[in-house]
C-alpha cells in the first residue's frame, strides 16, 4: 500500500452520528497531522499529534497514535453537515531542517442533514 | 490571525508557456513550501525553501520549475514551460521552526 493510506476511502453518515477515519503510513515521523479539504478549495489544518503522544483532543476531534502499527485514526463526533468535507492523514517527516508532508488520499465524508 | 496568500486564484494558460504563481506567506515564517494537487488525485509535495535556498525537492521538480524569494514577502513558483500534464491546484505553505504548515488557498492552473 501507498504512503498514508486512508481507510474508509468514502464515509457517508447522518448528522450527529460520529465518523471514524483511519489512515496507515510507512515512514518514521515526527508528527502526524490531519487536514480537512473542502471541493476544491485550499486545505485546513485541523490537529497534530506528535510522535511521542497517543492520543489528542480538539474540541470534537480525537486523534490517536499508534506508531508500532504506524497507524492514526480520526474521530469526529457528533458531525455535522458542515463537516462534509475530505480528510487527509498526512505524515511528517523532519529532513534537512525543514518538515516534508506525505498526504494520503484522503477520506471523502458526506454528512447528511 | 495571519494567513497564506496566493495569486491568482484560477491561471489560464497555453502549453509551452511560462506561468508563475506567487505566494505571500506569513510574515515571521521561515520554512516555504510548494506542493500540487492533481484533480482527484493526492496533494504531492514539490519543494521547499530555506535560507533563500531550495532544501529538499521531489522528482516532479525538475528543471521547468524554479522558486524565488524574490523581496522580503513574495515567494514565487514558475513553470518556464507548461505541459498539458501541468494542470492542477498549486498549494503554498509556509511554517515556523517545526511548527505545523500553514497553507494558502491554492492557485488552479489550466494548461491548455
Known amino acids: 500500500s501507498q504512503q498514508g493510506e486512508e481507510d474508509p476511502q468514502a464515509l457517508s453518515i447522518q448528522e450527529g452520528e460520529n465518523a471514524t477515519m483511519n489512515c496507515s503510513y510507512k515512514?518514521?515521523?515526527?508528527?502526524l497531522q490531519w487536514y480537512r479539504q473542502n471541493s476544491g478549495r485550499g486545505l485546513v489544518h485541523l490537529i497534530l499529534i506528535r510522535s511521542n503522544e497517543r492520543e489528542k483532543h480538539s474540541g470534537r476531534l480525537r486523534v490517536t497514535l499508534d506508531t508500532s502499527k504506524k497507524s492514526s485514526s480520526l474521530l469526529i463526533t457528533a458531525s455535522r453537515a458542515a463537516d462534509t468535507a475530505s480528510y487527509f492523514c498526512v505524515s511528517v517527516r523532519t529532513q534537512g531542517g525543514s518538515e516534508k508532508l506525505v498526504f494520503g488520499k484522503g477520506t471523502k465524508l458526506t454528512v447528511n442533514p | 490571525e495571519p494567513e497564506v496568500t496566493q495569486t491568482p486564484s484560477h491561471q489560464v494558460t497555453q502549453m509551452g508557456q511560462e506561468v508563475i504563481l506567487r505566494c505571500v506567506p506569513i510574515?515571521?515564517?521561515?520554512?516555504f513550501y510548494w506542493y500540487r494537487q492533481i484533480l482527484g488525485q493526492k496533494v504531492e509535495f514539490l519543494v521547499s525553501?530555506?535560507?533563500?535556498?531550495?532544501?529538499?525537492k521531489s522528482e516532479i521538480f525538475d528543471d521547468q520549475f524554479s522558486v524565488e524569494r524574490p523581496d522580503g514577502s513574495n515567494f514565487t513558483l514558475k513553470i518556464r514551460s507548461t505541459k498539458l500534464e501541468d494542470s492542477a491546484m498549486y498549494f503554498c505553505?509556509?511554517?515556523?521552526?517545526?511548527?505545523?504548515?500553514?497553507f494558502g488557498p491554492g492557485t488552479r492552473l489550466t494548461v491548455l
Open positions: 505553505a509556509s511554517s515556523g521552526d517545526y511548527n505545523e504548515q500553514f
Open positions: 515512514t518514521s515521523i515526527n508528527n
Open positions: 525553501f530555506y535560507n533563500n535556498e531550495i532544501s529538499e
Open positions: 510574515s515571521n515564517h521561515l520554512y
